[in-house]
């Protein structure tokens, strides 16, 4: 199948500029203002003929890095914590609601950042997803979606004296059953990317991310997905980037191309960051 419901726990193109550095030791605040409209599944079997998904999220970001070293590298801790409004609607499946809440909250004690030299840096995390967000079984629209995920994440960064940058952050995650329906989605492999030139304090460039599922679905009891096989979706679309002081504000519009088994839509993010 193509994950419960055709969605994932990862918000797919969150990151993007400076996706695999880790921030100088400090404590910073972030903003995540993100939202994403789909008027088609693009279903293999052509089952869904009339598809609408509008989702408008916010989610907040504290990153804290140590002064500690770890293996070399810097440690730093980060906890998301979204609130959503997704508006779902399926007509061949009798669905048609909105809701709005909290979304599941993800946590991480342990990220580790190398920095290898001033052009050249990676990371490593294992970001947690708690099922905290509001869910109901009979519900299409759920901001939370009712199972934990655990996600090892590897990133890196390169940048050139010249102001070239290449970054990719790669995740996996592994889903655990949703207990309500006694449905487990399949493992997922994804990446968000980023190809950019810093311009002084404006960086600017392409980007996106790349999406595969990886294991099937398994459904228990009366399950609540769609029966479809495995999902996949390529976005890519422009950044931009300013920096102010301790200040950086990105924006960037993602366009979702080659997407089978899922939604396919476009999404739009703004970034706020405030370092302490």
Request: aromatic letters at 14%; glycine letters at 12%.
């Amino acid at each position: 199948g193509a994950t419960e419901l055709g969605g994932g726990a990862s918000p797919n193109g969150a990151e993007d500029f400076m996706a695999g550095a880790v921030p100088p030791p400090g404590t910073y605040f972030l903003n995540y203002a993100t939202w994403y409209s789909a008027d088609r599944f693009n279903d293999d079997a052509d089952r869904i003929e009339k598809f609408e998904l509008d989702a408008v999220a916010d989610v907040v970001r504290l990153l804290h890095v140590t002064e500690k070293k770890m293996l070399g590298a810097s440690w730093g801790m980060h906890v998301f914590i979204p609130f959503a409004d997704v508006d779902v609607e399926v007509p061949s499946f009798g669905v048609d609601e909105s809701r709005s809440g909290l979304g599941d909250i993800i946590i991480d004690p342990i990220i580790l950042g190398w920095h290898f030299s001033k052009n050249l840096h990676a990371v490593a995390a294992l970001d947690i997803y708690v099922p905290a967000g509001k869910y109901g079984k009979d519900h299409r629209a759920n901001p939370g979606r009712n199972y934990w995920t655990f996600e090892p994440v590897v990133g890196a960064t390169y940048l050139t004296d010249g102001g070239t940058e290449v970054s990719a952050k790669l995740m996996y995650d592994f889903n655990t059953e949703n207990t309500d329906t006694r449905y487990t989605s399949g493992n997922e492999l994804h990446m968000d990317y980023t190809v950019g030139h810093k311009f002084g304090p404006l960086s600017a460039g392409a980007g996106g991310y790349l999406y595969r599922q990886v294991t099937r679905d398994e459904a228990g009891g009366g399950s609540t997905a769609l029966p479809l096989e495995k999902g996949r979706a390529v976005a890519i679309g422009p950044q931009v980037k300013y920096e102010y002081k301790n200040m950086a504000f990105t924006l960037k519009y993602l366009f979702e191309v080659e997407t089978r088994n899922r939604p396919e839509g476009n999404n739009l993010w703004f970034k706020f960051l405030y370092a302490f």
